[in-house]
């Protein structure tokens, strides 16, 4: 009965995209019976990258031709023009230049040509920070909570944070690391509830949620150069006379074409890279398939009015589910994660046979 209240929390959510969906439905039987929106075609590309590519901006919802959306800071340095700090509003979504920059197709450019560093606060960085402001929350409450009921049941945001604890101690990083677990735990458990948070807050189709941080591969891979940074610097002989002499392998695979070596190598650079890959194909594959059911109301309510009342409820539908299977993705993606790098972990632990 503890765990009752994340899956409310769970339930709300699923409730807020249904009510989210449905509003984009109303929407689109209305700018089809627009005699003056009737001619606008719906570019379902530009919609579903709007959504999972990076932004200077953080778009909430058009009203009407208006954009709202809130402004990030731009941060910009030129070796000509020295420090730029200023509000991406002033771009007026990409319609005006402002102090020698322009914004064309989601990226800064100078008008003269010039090279310069952008050190933007992007839509993701934005919501990198706030889902860490959260994590911070959530875990200095279940520590205190931790502390104040000791030797007691766990209650409130304790009884939901420390099974999970739990869950990634016994049954990812004892099994797939060993004895010398408790090393790599802090790891494990920042990257685990990073990716669920993180998936669960792109799920949330209002502000601050919405964001596709672990769609974005930039982060992914970031979080892959972790795991294998750490792995790397954590391995022994064994692991390495395992790489180059691999024990029980035929001397002609080895001599003089050195194909295991070659292969096993391959393997230490395909593992995170695999790791990238994985966690942005899944996370951005499920964002984009939810928006083409949504994109189905506008195309078919440019066509026909009542054609686009039928489809808004079967996409609300699908959506709906899409969204409940999502809910799962998002955990089982930060665990797959946190596992494979266990494994990779206690795989760099080799005994060296002789």
Not at 217 to 236: E, K, P, Q, R
Request: charged residues 10%; aromatic residues 14%.
């Amino acid at each position: 009965m503890q765990n009752l209240p994340g899956a409310h929390h769970q339930f709300y959510k699923c409730i807020l995209l249904i009510i989210f969906t449905f509003g984009l439905s109303i929407d689109s039987v209305n700018a089809a019976s627009d005699p003056e929106t009737k001619s606008e075609e719906l570019n379902v590309g530009e919609l579903i990258f709007e959504h999972v590519l990076d932004a200077h901006d953080w778009h909430i919802l058009t009203w009407q031709g208006h954009h709202i959306s809130v402004p990030l800071p731009v941060i910009l340095y030129s070796p000509q023009k020295g420090l730029d700090i200023f509000m991406s509003s002033k771009f007026h979504h990409g319609h005006d230049s402002y102090q020698g920059y322009k914004l064309e197709e989601g990226h800064i450019v100078s008008e003269d040509g010039s090279e310069f560093y952008d050190l933007s606060i992007t839509k993701t960085v934005a919501a990198i920070i706030i889902s860490i402001i959260l994590l911070c929350w959530i875990f200095i409450a279940a520590a205190k909570s931790f502390t104040t009921n000791r030797g007691k049941a766990p209650s409130g945001i304790q009884s939901v944070i420390e099974p999970l604890v739990i869950f990634v101690r016994d049954d990812i990083a004892k099994p797939s690391i060993g004895k010398d677990y408790v090393r790599y735990m802090p790891f494990l458990l920042t990257v685990f509830f990073f990716i669920w948070i993180n998936n669960m807050l792109g799920l949330i189709p209002i502000f601050p949620g919405g964001a596709n941080v672990t769609g974005n591969i930039a982060i992914t891979m970031v979080l892959a150069v972790f795991t294998f940074v750490i792995t790397t610097i954590n391995t022994n002989k064994g692991y390495w006379v395992h790489i180059f002499n691999t024990p029980g392998v035929p001397w002609w695979l080895k001599f003089p074409v050195p194909l295991m070596p070659i292969i096993e190598i391959f393997g230490v650079f395909s593992k995170p890279f695999v790791l990238m890959l994985r966690l942005f194909a899944n996370i951005t594959a499920g964002h984009m398939i939810i928006l083409v059911f949504v994109s189905m109301i506008f195309i078919f309510g440019s066509m026909n009015v009542w054609a686009g009342y039928g489809t808004s409820v079967v996409s609300m539908l699908f959506s709906a589910a899409l969204t409940l299977l999502e809910i799962l993705v998002a955990f089982l993606q930060a665990y797959v994660f946190t596992l494979l790098s266990a494994i990779y972990f206690g795989m760099a632990k080799v005994e060296d046979h002789h």
